[in-house]
């Protein structure tokens, strides 16, 4: 791999330990994956902030770790919401270690904005090359923005944000960004919802696996986008997908898609996701909402009490933009944190049953929060939630 003298002088050692092995390790992954440069990035998004994922070994690995973030990075949600963490009902003993986990973080230069949504905080432009971990994020990057970033695992990324760039392989090339299947959706409706879409790409995630998709027959706007990428990062490992005269490369590069694999689906097939079964929380922003969400979220509340906890989850920058919003929703009695969601908090694990409107957190609910999980539209959530 070609590397140049500042990349020599830090394998060397000239910049201390950590920055030593961070660049050896990401030397390593481009070898794994036939790198032959490292390219500048424009931000990182760094996993592994929840202590429910990485635990007390991950701890003291970070802990070891001894050197700043040269480009602008973020954190993953954590376990709970920062400054509200009593209130949310989090043991004092896991905010202790949630603390302790992010306080390493910031000793490493990573900004304090612990979310799935970085694209919402600061501009990512076409063409920017990346370092992002959160699946979600990630295939909203690279399909929603063309910007560009493999899925990084944790310490790929924090790597990234300590060095400032990443191996050029995957995703960073474009010739590794065409179609590799067709997903042709039928029987769409001008009704479609971000619930729906997050249930085609439930669906659809299964169907591709770690393949490209190329949709067509659909016309999502952003948030449908999101919903759709991020289910799909969830059921399969889709990082990045395009949509027919939607997403920013078919707009740019015409993809020929003769000879590919045809996958239908029928809206039928998907409609069989919004079963009926009992809940006794209701959680929204999976990924992380859109000051578009807040706002639906707060219409269809008003003049409403909730009858049964709701759960709202955004980016802090997001919360503090729109905090009359954010006001009207908890008049309702409903709760909006930052920080953390409904999958890594290990608040969600005391329902037995939780509705979502994302077919992301429908994925993830069973196993992440050992509880039943229902999708429907957000406001079907917000009527089972106040009456
Ligand atoms: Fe974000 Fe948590 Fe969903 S990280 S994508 S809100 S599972």
């Not at 961070?22 to 440069?37: D, N, P, S, T």
């Not at 493999?150 to 990234?160: H, Q, Y």
Request: with cysteine; proline share 5%.
């Amino acid at each position: 791999m070609q590397l140049d003298r500042d990349d020599e002088r830090i394998l060397a050692g000239e910049q201390g330990e950590t920055k030593q092995k961070m660049l050896g390790l990401l030397v390593a992954l481009g070898k794994v994956f036939g790198a032959e440069r490292l390219v500048p990035i424009k931000s990182a998004q760094v996993s592994g902030a929840s202590y429910k994922t990485i635990g007390e070994y991950g701890l003291q690995w970070l802990d070891s770790l001894d050197a700043k973030a040269v480009v602008p990075a973020v954190l993953n949600p954590i376990g709970m919401p920062r400054g509200r963490w009593e209130e949310m009902g989090v043991d004092p003993g896991f905010a202790e270690k949630q603390q302790a986990v992010v306080a390493a973080y910031a000793r490493l230069g990573i900004a304090l904005e612990c979310t799935c949504t970085p694209y919402y905080l600061r501009e990512t432009a076409f063409g920017d090359h990346l370092a992002w971990s959160e699946s979600s994020a990630v295939s909203y990057a690279n399909s929603v923005i063309g910007a560009r970033t493999n899925r990084e695992g944790g310490p790929g990324a924090l790597a990234a944000a300590l060095v400032g760039k990443t191996p050029c392989y995957g995703l960073h090339l474009g010739r590794n960004r065409k179609p590799q299947v067709l997903v042709r959706v039928e029987g769409r409706g001008p009704e479609w919802t971000i619930a729906d879409y997050g249930a085609l790409g439930y669906h659809a995630g299964k169907l591709v696996g770690n393949r490209i998709p190329f949709f067509t027959g659909i016309r999502p706007d952003r948030d449908g986008l999101k919903a759709l990428g991020a289910a799909m990062a969830a059921t399969g490992a889709v990082a990045l997908y395009h949509v027919d005269g939607v997403t920013p490369e078919t707009k740019k590069n015409p993809y020929d898609t003769a000879g590919l694999e045809t996958i239908p689906v029928e809206r039928a097939e998907i409609q069989t996701l919004f079963r009926d079964i009992p809940v006794e929380a209701v959680a929204l922003g999976c990924p992380h909402c859109s000051p578009e969400e807040l706002a639906t979220i707060a219409r269809l509340l008003a003049g409403k009490r909730v009858k049964i906890p709701l759960y709202v989850f955004a980016a802090q920058g997001v919360i503090d933009r729109n905090r009359k919003t954010v006001a009207a929703i908890e008049k309702s009695g409903a709760k909006v944190y930052a920080d953390t969601c409904m999958v890594v908090s290990p608040v969600m694990e005391q329902y037995a049953g939780i509705l979502v409107n994302s077919g992301k957190a429908l994925a993830y609910v069973p196993d992440m929060c050992h509880a039943a999980g229902r999708i429907g539209t957000t406001e079907a959530c917000i009527r089972v939630a106040t009456e």
